[in-house]
């Protein structure tokens, strides 16, 4: 009986700790069931959002997208209208890529640089076969009517006033550059050149000429791109022309030295001077001394030559052989005087003891009037002579003298500020 029940009681507690285990094992089960669960939410949450952010990749908004596709638009328009400002002015934008730039970081020698990341003398010059020479006639055309070509203009003249039309200024195009006015040859290699030929095919008048003709001036232009304008040889240059084995003669192109248009007159030359200039606090008149130089230049050709008869000429031209064999020729001076106008010069021979007042009756006797209504003066130095009593020699009028006559002035007899003699 013993042994049978302590059997039993050993069975039980087995039983008991089985039991236990048991519970144990399922409660840690319940509680993996529940972690499974939260996991498996948590993997669905993050699938759904993983669909949502492929499905945006796939499909951008379409907002975004239009607006970059204006950006790239303007920034196309943008890189054209910079490349057409370039190419107007004669420059290409080349630019740099990434790998140009990694490749000229690697290179060690510059001879191994590529030959158009270099810049080369002439690339920024504007050749000749870029410049638009119809496109140039057409604007000289619109220009020329907001100038005013044919349209009278009022001038005012001491007297009242006339109608006159503008002048227009000559400009000539050849195939190597421009003759413009009475200037001389300018090649289109002149960034003057240039930027007068730009300026035109703008529509703009050449700033060059601003200056002169701020309300415009209408252009005259002579169209001569066929024919290459050769400057003057220098002396002792070869004065043929070079053959080229293979081609005819017939193929070249003319040539020309000679700048087309009329030469300028004095009166054209003397209005581009400027009318007075101020020098040593005296105002001077710069195209009246401009006049009177060139009329003293040119004053044997222009002006007419009245040789005056004089006793003492006479005489001389008895005795001259006479005198010339025994070798005491009198002393005989040469005058030539220019009248008041410049239009007549008067040459006078006279002895060195003659006087101003024997002078002053000669060219009474020659030109009539009276001889008290003119001066006497020398340019060099300048002197006025106004003592009749004095001779020549004593005065300084010998061997050879010219001097000018003018119109004497009663409210300026004083104060000329020129030495009398």
Known sequence: VFVLSGAAHTDM??????????????????????????????????????KAIQKGEDAPDSSTAEELEIRCLQLQTQVWEMEQFLNDYGLI??????????????????????ARTLWKPGEAVV?????????????????????????????????????????????????????????????????????????????????????????????QVTDRRDVVFRERDLPGSFPGHGQVVGHSKSNEVQETTKIPGPKLSVEQFL?????????????????????????????????????????????LERVKTAEEAEGSAPDVCTLRIKSESGEQTYIIKMLFTETIGDLRQHLAHTRGGDSDSYEIISTFPQRVYTDNSRSLQECGLIPNVSLLLRRRDPSQQEGTGLQTA
């Not at 710069?286 to 230049?297: F, H, K, L, P, T």
């Open 13 to 50: 507690e087995l039983m008991s700790s089985m039991m236990q285990k048991v519970t144990l094992l399922e409660q840690k089960i319940e509680e993996q069931a529940q972690e499974i669960q939260l996991k498996d939410r948590r993997i669905a949450e993050l699938e759904e959002k993983m």
């Open 93 to 114: 934008w080349v630019g740099e890529r990434h790998e140009q730039l990694e490749d000229l970081e690697s290179l060690k020698d510059e001879e191994e640089w590529p």
């Open 127 to 219: 050749s000749k076969h870029q410049i638009d020479f119809d496109l140039i006639l057409e604007n000289v055309k619109d220009l020329n009517v907001l100038a005013g070509e044919g349209i009278s203009q009022i001038e005012h003249t001491p007297g009242g006033a006339r109608l006159r039309q503008p002048e227009p200024l000559p400009l000539t195009l050849y195939q190597n550059g421009i003759a413009m006015s009475n200037g001389p040859f300018r090649p289109y290699e002149d960034p003057s050149t240039q930027q007068c030929l730009q300026d035109i095919m703008d529509g703009y008048f050449p700033s060059e000429l601003q200056m002169r003709y701020p309300d415009g001036i209408p252009l």
């Open 271 to 315: 209005n581009k001077l400027s009318k007075s200039s101020k020098h040593g606090g005296e105002v001077i008149s710069v195209r009246d001394s401009a006049r009177a130089a060139q009329r003293g230049s040119d004053g044997v050709r222009s002006s007419k030559e009245i040789l005056v008869e004089t006793p003492r000429l006479s005489a």
